[in-house]
């Protein structure tokens, strides 16, 4: 929401009126009003409330990066006066504590705006629902399990109103595609509002029992627990990704030439795995695998990665055993689990000619199958100091030609739909090196760059850069074929 688009301000405006509609009623509402009061207070408090900080230091700071700082919109408070309050008095509660909150982008004041105008209505519509269904009454004898239903309506009714109006300021001022703009929406906040409408319905049962509002604000300290654990979460993660970054930022600086390779090899990897349906925890961790597939450089002296010439069959053996190298380094990181094997076996092949352990077809881990097309397929599509990119279409051509013996074909095709829905859009370029002669010459005349230059004969090593791949007869892209022209897996990656 940087810049607001018309219709987004038009949006929230209509939501903003919807909000006041919802508050019309109340100087007619006989409620009471200390428990407005203390529930409003109570979440406004909850709003502000920060987490403990971890001990000082550069990497706390960076793990505390994008964790939430504080218990942030509290629903079981919100949810506890829909289930105690009359409709308008408990629209009302939102109010103070959303105008009130911490709001780190800009414009701060339309988002909290926003925010009070969102929560207001969706509380007023959980209110009105409970209250229709005879809530309030089984609230207060309590009549379990039958409180159960009206409570249950009206979470459900608290995140439909919550989802439909996300998605549509999704739509309006993030400019997110129309049919995207909900999907998964719903399913995804379901289940964290119906824990915290289960804590507001205790909240709500217990303010209403003799042991008063005491015992209601009880139920908020495992909440607080539990908000933040999943802070902690947040702050392991991001330390991570900070481990990660490091070792990546290390093969870049080893090895130039490949620099912004990783990344794009995880973002392929990564719309590969959800093209195969894996599930969001698999998908982070083959993202992983493709970011750290090529650490093992770090253990190939520099002098051989930036070889201009052939190598050696001494130097080919020694640059072959990066997977091994990679796999030794991050066989200590937990968190990456089935990413090790990824960076172990991403230069097998279907047909057995690959290394460093010759596994066949199914033998090959899944991870290390779908790593092998990401990294061919940027090799083929990425601009190098000697040659420009290959277009997607042609890419992807010569992978579907090699489906079978060096990729697996299912993986191929799952790029291949990938590609057709999403196109490619690699956040990082490798175009950020000067070309060479040979290249900047075949620019200038306005004419294509020759398919192989000279310098790519005299480099074995290249990804893409083989001497057979000229006649067509060979495939491209993941790594050098071996001596004897049995495909392309081999050399520098």
Known sequence: MGSIPTWARFYVVCVVLAAVACLAPLPA?????????????????????????????????VAERGAPRGLGTFLPVLLAGAFLLPPAAAALVALPGALLARVEQRPRWLRRVWRAAQLAVAVWAASRVHWALGGRDAVALPHFPYALVPAGAAVLTFCVVLTAL??????????????????????RSLASVAVHGLAGLMMAVLWRSPYGPVAALLVLLPMYVSCWAFAQYHRERAAHQATIRALVQAVDIKDGYTRGHSERVGQASMMIARELGMDDERVEVLRFAGILHDVGKLGVPTRLLRKDGPLTPEERRIIELHPEYGHEMVRGIGFLGEARSAILHHHERIDGSGYPYGLVGRQIPEFARVVAVADAFDAMTSTRSYRRARPVPVALEELE???GAQFDPGMVRALVRALNRHGWHPAVTAGVYPPSPEFSTSLEQGGPPSPVSSRTEGNPTDKDASPTRTTGTRPLGADESPPSGGGVGRGRS
């Open 166 to 187: 996300d998605g549509g300021i999704l739509a309006l001022a993030e400019r997110v595609p129309v049919r995207g703009a909900w999907r998964g929406l719903f399913s």
């Open 29 to 61: 509402v006989h409620a009471p009003w200390w428990i407005v009061a203390l529930l409003a207070a109570l979440y406004a408090g909850c709003e502000r409330i920060p987490f403990p900080h971890s001990p000082k230091g550069a990497a706390t700071r």
């Open 401 to 403: 030609r090699c489906a």
